[in-house]
């Protein structure tokens, strides 16, 4: 799992990932997420290049969204591909984080 | 059935290892292969972090095959005695507020499986997963 932070307008972050949510990358992201400067309460996640999703990985977009939310800032899902979309659907992820399919998108509902 | 196995040892890391053979072993069409591995890593993670205890030989030993036109796994261990079918699926969130961080392993395991059957055999938890194609 490779990940990169970008700083896009209205003070919104956006995290890319690349690779896996599986267990070990999981770990990596948690990590990541966990150490992002907790100024920063407007996130999108990127996950063009995350090409798989499972249950480890939905704890971790979940627990940021948790963390973001009370701070009174927001995660957006940018771009999941097909099956990960489908195992947002199975877990109910998709009903309690936003998914935007293109960077604008996420960035206003970041916003 | 087995046409192919992968045996794995008592840590986590054996899941990348476990990924890279399905990819080089699965011959399945790209729906079966993703509703596979989902179930896999899914099993497997639950049996290695809970089942097994390091340093004691636990092992998990994977079997892929054919069986009646659908892909077949066979996910059988030596660890504690625990049916995963026995648990109940929690709930698909609904908001964020009261939404669980985890536990979603065994919903997504019996949404990627045609079918899932448990046995006890021989001392050892064997865990059956059918993946048949899905009308488009």
């Known amino acids: 799992m490779e990940i990169k932070d970008k700083e896009l307008d209205h003070g919104v972050l956006k995290v890319t990932m690349t690779g896996s949510l599986d267990v070990a990358g999981s770990d990596v992201a948690d990590a990541h997420f966990a150490a992002i400067d907790q100024s920063k309460t407007r996130i999108v996640a990127d996950l063009t290049h995350v090409d798989f999703l499972a249950s480890v990985g939905i704890r971790v977009l ?30 109910g992820l998709d009903r309690i984080v936003p998914i935007a399919d293109d960077e604008q998108s996420a960035v206003i509902a970041a916003s | 059935m087995a046409d192919t196995a992968i045996t794995l040892g008592a840590d986590l890391a054996e899941i990348a290892r476990m990924n890279l053979w ?14 596979m591995k989902l179930c896999l ?27 009646g036109g659908c892909a077949e796994i066979e996910i059988i261990d030596n660890g504690v005695e625990f049916d995963p079918l026995e648990r109940a699926s929690p709930e698909a969130m609904t908001d ?18 045609t079918s899932l059957e448990y046995e006890r055999r021989e001392g050892r938890n064997v865990l059956t997963a059918r993946f048949c194609q899905r009308e488009a």
Not at chain 2, 22 to 35: I, T
């Open chain 1, 62 to 91: 979940v627990k940021t969204a948790k963390a973001l939310g009370g701070r009174g800032g927001k995660l957006v899902l940018l771009n999941p591909n097909d099956a990960a979309r489908r195992v947002m659907f199975t877990t």
């Open chain 2, 96 to 113: 964020l507020e009261s939404a669980s961080i985890g536990g979603f392993g065994i919903l997504l395991m019996r949404e990627a499986a």
């Open chain 2, 41 to 67: 890593n899914e099993a497997v993670e639950n049996t290695i972090r809970y089942g097994l205890k390091s340093g004691q030989g636990g092992k998990v030993e994977v079997r892929l095959g054919q069986k």
């Open chain 2, 22 to 35: 399905l990819e080089a072993n699965h011959g399945a069409s790209e729906d079966v292969f993703e509703r």
